[in-house]
């Protein structure tokens, strides 16, 4: 029988479990981070994500999908492992991690009640303007493209299929509309297989097409997702992205022991 500690973190809806490694403890395999994620016959979440020491940074956080597989950088899954390292004493208010995509700096801005929790992202400067689309690469791939009346769309209809053969390996894909003072986002995840309440990777995308076609020079974009609402602070430099920041909420929802026999 195998115990597993975890706690359970969400960024805007975006939800994870989190659990810390050390040298005495075992990494779980593909299929049992798969029957964690498992919703309604698991703890249910769109990924896992692991705390290990670093020899560089605070911690390194290795991100697994749902399906089990080791994934590429998650903006959410980042500033709720920001706040799980802060609770659990591994570092200050303001720190640092490995990633997937390599350093990133994040900082605690309210560690009360409603923690705030902002993220550095990484430059981006794999930029592809398609016309009707951009592919922007986030520290995980995106597909985004404006369009209208997005809550009528259907995603499993339109954009499963981008998804899968957009590019050889697959894309996130992503749809925007500018909605009063936000851009509302709907967004349909590779490696969770369906639509997410948010995406920290996939907000960034948003905001830098925004940028690309609206917002110039050094903006802040605040972008709306299901689960909530994010802000990409950002700085165009020549035809690349830097001082990216995604700051939003992040909350600690529960932990537990799963066993599985």
Same mark, same amino acid.
């Given at each position: 029988?195998?115990?597993? $500690?975890?706690?359970?973190?969400h960024g805007a809806? #975006?939800d994870?479990?989190?659990l810390s $490694?050390?040298?005495s403890? !075992?990494?779980?395999?593909e299929e049992?981070?798969?029957?964690?994620c498992?919703?309604?016959?698991?703890?249910?979440?769109?990924?896992? &994500?692991?705390l290990?020491?670093?020899?560089? /940074? %605070?911690?390194?956080?290795k991100?697994?999908?749902a %399906?089990?597989r080791?994934?590429?950088? @998650?903006? #959410?899954?980042?500033r @709720?492992?920001? +706040?799980?390292?802060y609770e659990?004493?591994? @570092?200050?208010e303001?720190?640092?991690?490995?990633?997937f %995509?390599?350093?990133?700096?994040?900082?605690?801005?309210?560690s009360? %009640?409603?923690p705030l929790?902002t +993220?550095?992202m990484?430059?981006?400067?794999?930029?592809?303007?398609?016309?009707? $689309?951009?592919? &922007?690469?986030?520290?995980?791939? $995106?597909?985004?493209?404006f369009?209208?009346?997005?809550?009528?769309?259907?995603?499993?209809k339109e954009?499963?299929?981008?998804?899968h053969?957009?590019?050889k390996? =697959?894309t996130?894909?992503?749809? &925007? !509309?500018?909605k009063?003072?936000?851009?509302?986002?709907?967004?349909? !995840?590779?490696?969770?297989?369906?639509e997410?309440l /948010? @995406?920290?990777?996939?907000?960034?995308?948003?905001?830098?097409?925004? /940028?690309?076609?609206h917002?110039?020079?050094?903006?802040? &974009?605040?972008v709306?997702?299901? =689960?909530?609402?994010?802000?990409v602070? +950002?700085?165009k430099?020549?035809?690349?992205?830097?001082?990216i920041? +995604?700051k939003g909420?992040a909350? #600690?929802?529960f932990?537990?022991?799963?066993?599985?026999?």
């Open positions: 029988m195998q115990r597993i $500690h975890f706690h359970k973190f809806g #975006n994870f479990i989190l $490694h050390t040298a403890s !075992e990494a779980p395999d049992t981070i798969r029957n964690m498992r919703r309604h016959f698991g703890v249910g979440a769109d990924g896992l &994500i692991i290990q020491a670093s020899s560089v /940074a %605070d911690f390194e956080m991100y697994y999908n %399906d089990g080791e994934g590429s950088m @998650c903006g #959410n899954g980042g @709720c492992a920001a +706040l799980y390292a659990q004493g591994m @570092c200050s303001e720190m640092s991690f490995m990633a %995509d390599g350093l990133h700096r994040a900082k605690i801005i309210n009360g %009640d409603k929790v +993220l550095q990484s430059n981006v400067t794999r930029i592809h303007n398609g016309g009707d $689309h951009f592919f &922007i690469d986030t520290g995980s791939p $995106h597909y985004v493209a369009k209208q009346n997005i809550e009528t769309i259907d995603m499993d954009a499963r299929p981008l998804r053969h957009y590019r390996g =697959g996130n894909v992503n749809f &925007i !509309e500018k009063g003072a936000h851009y509302h986002i709907r967004t349909f !995840e590779r490696g969770v297989e369906q997410t /948010a @995406c920290g990777t996939g907000i960034t995308a948003a905001a830098i097409a925004v /940028a690309e076609t917002s110039p020079g050094t903006s802040t &974009i605040p709306k997702a299901k =689960g909530g609402t994010l802000e602070s +950002l700085t430099s020549g035809g690349s992205y830097e001082n920041w +995604l909420p909350v #600690n929802v932990e537990g022991t799963i066993k599985f026999i």
